[in-house]
C-alpha cells in the first residue's frame, strides 16, 4: 500500500513514521508513505497556503490551488488514490473502516488546519473522516491515528504476531479480553487460574467470553450491530 499525506506541518510525522511497528513495515517496504508539505506547493514569493474565510468569521482557511497542485503533481501516474480528508464532523472512523481502507491499494490523506480547507478541496475527497466528537488543532493526528489502524492490518506489517491474532475480535470490534504477564501474583493480585493451565481450548474460551460479557457491559450496541449483522456464531450468543 502506498499512502500519500498533504499537510502544512509534515515534521508532526517524523517520529510517527519512524517508530514501533509502522516505522519497521515502511523501513522494510512492506508499505510506503509519503508525507508532503502543502507549502512545497505554492507558486508565490511567500509560499502562502491560507487565507481570511470569504463572508468574515475567526481564523484562516487553507486555499485550495496548493493543495490542487499537490493532487495534480502525486496523481500523474499510477493508480489514483482514495483520498481521506480528516475533519471534526466527518463520518466516524472505526475498525470497519480501517478493514475496507486497508485494502486499497493507494490511499491520499489531507490534513487540514487552522479553520479547515476551502470547500472546493472536497471535490477531490472520497471521505470525509472523523476520529471523534472532539476538536483538534489539524488533521494531522486524526490522519496518524487512520493510518495506524490500516497499517496494522497490512498483511506482513505485524510480522509472526499476526498468524496468532485472534484479530476476529477486534476487527468486529469486540473488547479485548484482559491480558497478564509474570508475575502469578502481585501484590494479592492473582493471575486467573486458567491462564496458568496451559489448556488452549479453556484460554481460547475464557479470553472469548471475557470479550463478549466487556462488550456487551461497556459497548450494548456493539453486540446488537454484530447480532444484526450475522456476526456472532451460535454459542458466542448463549
Ligand atoms: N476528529 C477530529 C478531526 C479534527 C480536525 C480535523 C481537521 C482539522 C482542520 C482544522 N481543524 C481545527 C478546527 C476545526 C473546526 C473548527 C471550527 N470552525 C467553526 C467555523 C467554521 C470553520 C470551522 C476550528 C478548528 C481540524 C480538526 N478534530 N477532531
Known amino acids: 500500500m502506498r499512502i500519500d499525506v498533504l499537510t502544512v506541518l509534515p515534521g508532526l510525522f517524523d517520529c510517527f513514521l519512524k517508530e514501533g511497528v509502522i516505522g519497521k513495515a515502511i523501513s522494510s517496504g512492506k508499505v510506503e508513505v509519503k508525507v508532503h508539505n502543502i507549502r512545497d506547493f505554492t507558486t508565490d514569493k511567500h509560499r502562502v497556503v491560507d ?5 468574515g468569521g475567526p481564523g484562516m482557511v487553507l486555499k485550495p490551488e496548493p493543495i490542487f ?5 502525486l496523481t500523474k501516474e499510477g493508480e489514483k488514490p482514495y483520498v481521506l480528508l480528516t475533519e471534526p464532523w466527518g463520518e466516524k472512523f472505526n475498525q470497519e473502516m480501517a478493514v475496507e481502507l486497508s485494502k486499497k491499494p493507494r490511499l491520499m490523506i489531507i490534513c487540514g488546519r487552522y479553520e479547515g480547507v476551502d470547500e472546493r478541496v472536497k471535490s477531490l475527497v472520497d471521505r470525509e473522516v472523523s476520529i471523534g466528537d472532539y476538536v483538534l488543532t489539524g488533521g494531522e493526528l486524526p490522519a496518524m491515528v487512520i493510518m495506524d489502524a490500516v497499517l496494522r492490518l497490512i498483511p506482513g506489517v505485524l510480522g509472526n ?3 496468532l491474532r485472534a484479530d476476529s475480535f477486534s476487527d468486529r470490534g469486540l473488547l479485548g479480553y484482559p491480558n497478564y504477564t509474570r508475575p502469578a501474583e502481585f501484590r494479592g493480585m492473582k493471575v486467573p487460574e486458567v491462564l496458568l493451565s496451559g489448556h488452549h481450548k479453556k484460554i481460547e474460551s475464557w479470553r472469548k467470553e471475557q470479550s463478549l460479557r466487556k462488550t456487551l457491559e461497556r459497548r450494548p450496541e456493539i453486540i446488537e450491530n454484530l447480532k444484526r449483522k450475522g456476526l456472532l456464531t451460535k454459542e458466542e450468543l448463549e
Open 51 to 55: 487565507d481570511v474565510p470569504y463572508g
Open 69 to 73: 497542485r499537490a493532487y495534480d503533481e
Open 161 to 163: 504476531l499476526e498468524s
